[in-house]
């Protein structure tokens, strides 16, 4: 069965520093990989997402993310982050055998400190 | 606007009750999901439809029910058999055949008392 792996349930960085968001998945075949952000009590907002080509993909909010296959990998990255950036992050996979549904993992919850 | 609705954003019930979350979509899409989400748990596919009148249950059916008469609408119900009811639901579509990005409705939290 797939599965998601976020290790990082909390993660704090000071505002302007990098960030790296880790995400490690189980699949049987390619996978289609996804990262979302959640801000308190708000639905899901897709930052980016992978398909084929280019492992490296460039996301909306200056988010990207790099895909390595070897290391079952699909990290997320942003150079300097803001304050507006804190929020709840989710890695997810597809598909499940079909058009239902994605797997996702617990989610990492990102503090900004000044 | 394009988009999905879910209302009410808030929703109290008593035990024992059941209560029918609203989710509807304009994007024509033809896939659409319901997710529940409890904290530290990520997201759980509860049912999915992928065409009118037709649907099929996800990870944790149970105490659910869903009904697609419409593209535009998929209605979720909470029945009294749910035994942990109280969550955050989150309502998906998906777009066209071969793409597998889903995008999310604002969400609905119930309560339980």
């Known amino acids: 069965a797939q599965s998601v792996t976020q290790p990082d349930i909390h993660i704090t960085v000071s505002e302007g520093a990098s960030l790296e968001l880790r995400c490690n998945y189980s699949?049987?075949?390619?996978?289609?990989l996804f990262w979302y952000v959640q801000s308190p009590g708000q639905g899901l907002q897709l930052l980016l997402k992978?398909?084929?080509?280019?492992?490296l993909v460039q996301g909306i909010k200056g988010f990207e993310a790099e895909f390595k296959r070897s290391q079952s990998s699909f990290n997320l990255r942003k150079p300097s982050v803001h304050w507006s950036d804190a929020a709840e992050y989710f890695c997810?996979?597809?598909?499940?055998?079909?058009?239902?549904?994605?797997?996702f993992g617990k989610g990492t919850h990102l503090i900004i400190q000044p | 606007d394009g988009g999905i609705t879910q209302s009410p954003k808030y929703l109290f019930r008593k035990e024992g009750q059941n209560v029918t979350l609203s989710c509807e979509q304009n994007?024509?899409?033809?896939?659409m999901y319901w997710y529940r989400q409890d904290p530290g748990q990520g997201l759980r596919l509860i049912y999915y439809?992928?065409?009118?009148?037709?649907?099929q249950k996800g990870d944790i059916a149970e105490g659910y029910s869903v009904s697609r008469e419409k593209k535009e609408s998929f209605p979720l119900t909470v029945t009294s058999a749910q035994k942990n009811p109280t969550a955050f639901y989150l309502c998906?579509?998906?777009?066209?055949?071969?793409?597998?990005?889903?995008?999310f409705g604002p969400g609905t939290r119930l309560t339980v008392t």
């Open positions: 997810a996979v597809g598909p499940r055998g079909g058009a239902d549904g994605l797997t």
């Open positions: 699949y049987g075949a390619t996978p289609y």
């Open positions: 992978y398909f084929s080509g280019d492992t």
């Open positions: 994007l024509n899409h033809d896939a």
């Open positions: 439809s992928q065409i009118v009148n037709d649907f």
């Open positions: 998906a579509t998906k777009t066209e055949a071969g793409s597998y990005e889903q995008y």
